[in-house]
Nanobody, 120 residues
Framework: DVQLVESGGGSVQAGGSLRLTCRTS??????MGWFRQVPGKEREAVAA????????VYADSVKGRFTISQDKAKTTVYLEMNSLKPEDTAMYYC????????????????WGQGTQVTVS
């Protein structure tokens, strides 16, 4: 069975940084994404990455502050979050196996259980 596990969430002051990690049981992942969700709202796309060919894409709200990357084996994806703001507070989810528009949750086949990020 395919498993995705997020880690690295926590509480941080505004302006601080966190690095989220998503590990997968898949042999190799060519496309992965990060989403976040606040209670009562729909899940929103944060960033996505695909190799090969390499590409990264970000939501306007995090562009210039967040960086998505993969490890050499392409079994782990990271989300480096800098200059965090209170509005970044959410449950962050890792998704894998993108087929379609990167910003649509329904276009990913696998999901992790999420890791909470709280900025105050």
């Amino acid at each position: 069975d395919v498993q995705l596990v997020e880690s690295g969430g926590g509480s941080v002051q505004a302006g601080g940084s966190l690095r989220l990690t998503c590990r997968t049981s898949l042999y190799s992942i060519a496309s992965m994404g990060w989403f976040r969700q606040v209670p009562g709202k729909e899940r929103e796309a944060v960033a996505a990455i695909a190799r090969p060919p390499a590409f990264t894409v970000y939501a306007d709200s995090v562009k210039g502050r967040f960086t998505i990357s993969q490890d050499k084996a392409k079994t782990t994806v990271y989300l480096e979050m800098n200059s965090l703001k209170p509005e970044d507070t959410a449950m962050y989810y890792c998704a894998a196996d993108l087929r379609g528009d990167w910003y649509s949750p329904s276009n990913y086949n696998y999901w992790g259980q999420g890791t909470q990020v709280t900025v105050s």
